[in-house]
């Protein structure tokens, strides 16, 4: 247990596990949720490894929660290394605006900087929250909403094996089994634990009537699926405005993704189908008969912090340049403060004047490779020394696709 006191009196430590039900319940309440019941926290419980959730405290009454969980992060080139995942954030609405989730936040991350994790990370609420902690928008998706009446997939869409939807006690166990081997596609995706598939699937297939779409290579193997859940129009007439809410699309490869559109734009009595969190380069529009079926619009999906910069620069590749010195600076977490050059052949640390200097939160909007270097520099948050670099450093820090993480957490 580590504790810090603040300069409001407020005091960061490691929740005990008598107190973490009542550490979620504060979570549900700052989303203006009510408490769990019994039957709910048997469930959520697995949500919680144990001293990884830290409390804010005004004497003994927790007023401040800040969970994480062990997981790892594909970067570019396809290494995988050690990442917090962050979640269950939440301040009691009589205590906000005093310090309590910047007491938590800084505890957390150096939590995360003991344990050796590279990379800390989360889905965010609101935009305005996390940039002060060196969080970075990493990954941007899509929310792609297609209307079924109007779409119908192209005749030279090809196809690439076939769909069968699952039976409820067979989606964990085949679509966890086949996970790592897609998570090795795309930088930004992050391995799934057996709670989170407790969680976002055990759960939902009980309760929600989520359904799961697999689907099966010609030797057999599952190499993608769709989850979704359909919501009846407030009618509870079929025939009228029923939404296929799309909450989890895996897929090896297009061919694979293909098939799962095909599926999805073919259920019956469906308005519109709407998935949220797909990546960048989903070629949809293209794959329809009318593109015009098709609404989207994008926001960022994952949010980064670079807890260990060292580790997490010599382990991504780079496209082919001229070697670029980066500083970073650091305030939370001043280790990382220093300069790195990168090159095509990795980072070495060096004393070189540095032609570009970011912000932690900076360094994880380029480092899975989201945002050009140059394109930050004219919005001014990098700044530049040697506007000469600009170029290498976005041919450096450029990925063939675009990063996406892909998992709710
Ligand atoms: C990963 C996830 O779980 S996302 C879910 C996050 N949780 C929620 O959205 C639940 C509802 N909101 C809350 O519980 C709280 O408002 C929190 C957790 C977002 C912020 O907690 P607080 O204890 O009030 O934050 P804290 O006092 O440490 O604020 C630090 C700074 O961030 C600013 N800030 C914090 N939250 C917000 C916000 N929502 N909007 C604008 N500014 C904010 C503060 O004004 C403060 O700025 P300053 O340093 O310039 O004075």
């Avoid at 301040?91 to 938590?104: E, S």
């Avoid at 505890?107 to 590279?118: F, P």
């Avoid at 469906?270 to 619009?297: H, N, T």
Wanted: charged share 25%; net charge negative.
């Amino acid at each position: 247990m580590t504790q810090t006191l603040s300069p409001t009196g407020l005091a960061f430590r490691t929740v005990p596990e008598d107190r973490l039900r009542g550490a979620h319940d504060l979570f549900l309440a700052a989303l203006h949720e009510k408490p769990g019941s019994d039957e709910s926290w048997d469930v959520m419980r697995q949500a919680y490894v144990a001293d990884r959730t830290f409390g804010a405290f005004d004497g003994d009454r927790q007023v401040g929660t800040a969970v994480s969980f062990p997981a790892d992060l594909t970067v570019p080139g396809g290494e995988m290394l050690p990442m917090a995942g962050v979640t269950y954030v939440g301040v009691r609405t009589d205590y906000r605006r005093r310090g309590a989730l910047t007491g938590m936040m800084r505890a957390q991350l150096e939590d995360a900087e003991e344990r050796g994790e590279v990379f800390a990370a989360l889905h965010a609420s609101e935009p305005v929250i996390y940039g002060r902690f060196g969080y970075g928008v990493a990954t941007i998706a899509r929310d792609i909403k297609v209307n079924s009446k109007r779409a119908r997939l192209r005749d030279d869409v090809p196809v690439a094996g076939t769909v069968r939807l699952l039976d409820g006690d067979e989606v964990v166990p085949a679509c966890s089994a086949a996970y790592p081997a897609l998570q090795r596609t795309r930088a930004g995706l992050m391995g799934r634990s057996e709670q989170w598939w407790a969680l976002s699937y055990h759960r939902r297939i009980k309760t929600d009537h989520l359904l799961v779409a697999a689907h099966f290579s010609a030797a057999g193997d599952i190499d993608g699926w769709v989850s979704y859940k359909p919501a009846q129009a407030t009618s509870g007439d079929v025939r009228a405005n029923a939404t296929l809410y799309v909450l989890d699309f895996q897929a090896a490869d297009q061919g694979v993704a293909n098939d799962l559109w095909r599926h999805l734009v073919g259920v019956d009595l469906i308005e519109d189908v709407m998935a949220y969190f797909r990546p960048l380069d989903d070629p949809i529009e293209a794959m329809l008969v009318d593109a015009y079926a098709v609404r989207s619009e994008s926001e960022g999906e994952l949010w980064l912090r670079v807890v260990d910069v060292p580790a997490a620069l010599a382990a991504r590749t780079y496209g082919i340049a001229e070697p670029v010195v980066v500083e970073v600076v650091d305030s939370l977490l001043p280790g990382n403060s220093g300069r790195y050059r990168v090159s095509p052949q990795g980072m070495e640390r060096t004393t070189d004047q540095p032609a570009l200097t970011m912000a932690a939160d900076a360094l994880a909007m380029v480092y899975l490779g989201t945002w050009r270097p140059s394109v930050l520099a004219a919005t001014g948050r990098i700044a530049v020394a040697d506007p000469a670099a600009l170029p290498a450093a976005d041919r450096l820090f450029a990925v063939d696709q675009p990063a996406w993480n892909g998992s709710l957490f």
